[in-house]
């Protein structure tokens, strides 16, 4: 089985790199050639093209709710995202929810059949720091653990 770790974020605005630094910390520890561990700075159906051709995709990324504290994780399924599917102005600007409908129905069976999302919920996006706040900092060894206990690399 073809598996991608992809790790969403932008390393230059604060708790928003947390998918970037933890894929970084995780292409040093995946040694199977099964596996392929790839960052992004990109979302929506940029992604469609990266997931396109594996079997299972782990996706990890950033995640701002309303109750959450800074640094809990949250796994995912599709499926968990129903009631934000939708398009926004523009198709460019879909989100990961909108993006994984759309190439569902647009890349059949090249579309991933298992995909996981393991959220960190972040605290502090909002100013040009490659700075992360100390509780999301914290999540990336945990998270890290996570996503090879997954792959079954653990």
């Known amino acids: ?3 991608l770790a992809l790790g969403i974020g932008n390393p230059i605005l604060g708790d928003d790199g947390i998918g970037f630094y933890i894929a970084q910390e995780l292409a040093n520890k995946v040694k199977d050639e099964r596996i392929d561990v790839k960052d ?11 997931v396109a051709g594996y079997d299972k995709v782990i996706i990890i990324d950033a995640i701002k709710t309303e109750k959450g504290k800074p640094g809990e994780i949250y796994k995912l399924r599709p499926e968990d995202f129903s009631n934000t599917v939708h398009l926004a102005t ?17 890349l059949g069976d090249q579309m991933p059949k298992e995909i996981v999302v393991f959220a960190i919920q972040i ?5 040009f720091t490659e700075e992360m706040t100390e509780g999301v900092k914290e999540t990336i060894a945990k998270v890290v653990n996570l996503v090879l206990e997954e792959t079954g690399s653990a």
């Open 1 to 3: 089985m073809k598996t």
């Open 123 to 127: 605290e502090q996006v909002t100013k």
């Open 40 to 50: 992004a700075s990109t979302n929506g159906l940029d992604l469609l093209d990266m």
């Open 90 to 106: 523009s198709l460019h600007d879909a989100n990961l929810a909108t993006a994984i409908e759309i190439g569902k129905k647009l």
